[in-house]
């Protein structure tokens, strides 16, 4: 019963998405973290934030969207979606910082706004299926 309520959940490409976005921040914040002590400390985060979203894109090649080969558009695609997300996510806070939210809630809410605005960027722009061709 647990192991088919499992498959079914994983059978949803927003809940692997969730997954891979965790899994990806753990590698961004975690490759920050081993740099920080070779660099100044925006520079090490600039590199976990590269290393995390070159992770995220390839799991969500393989496995969130199941697309199964990497290609240079999709690459690019996901760079202008990940540009977006970021846009989203600041936009977002200048927006509910004006209001009487804290400022954790504030962070929350953006970054659950943005995750919406990367799962469709992703889902129905990055890797959205080819077109079927006629036979």
Do not use: K
């Not at 070779?38 to 985060?45: S, V």
């Amino acid at each position: 019963m647990i192991a088919r309520t499992l498959q079914g959940l994983l059978a949803s490409s927003l809940v692997r998405f969730g997954l891979v976005a965790v899994a990806g921040l753990c590698v961004d914040l975690g490759t920050a973290w081993l740099l920080r002590s070779l660099m100044p400390l925006p520079l090490a985060a600039f590199f976990g934030f590269c290393v995390g979203a070159a992770f995220n894109y390839l799991l969500h090649e393989r496995w969130t969207f199941g697309t199964r080969q990497a290609s240079a558009r999709r690459g690019s695609l996901y760079v202008l979606a990940l540009l977006a997300t970021l846009g989203t996510r600041v936009g977002s806070v200048a927006l509910l910082e004006r209001t009487a939210l804290p400022d954790l809630a504030v962070l929350a809410l953006a970054t659950g706004v943005s995750f919406v605005v990367n799962y469709v960027l992703s889902r129905f722009l990055v890797f959205r299926p080819a077109p079927e061709t006629p036979a």
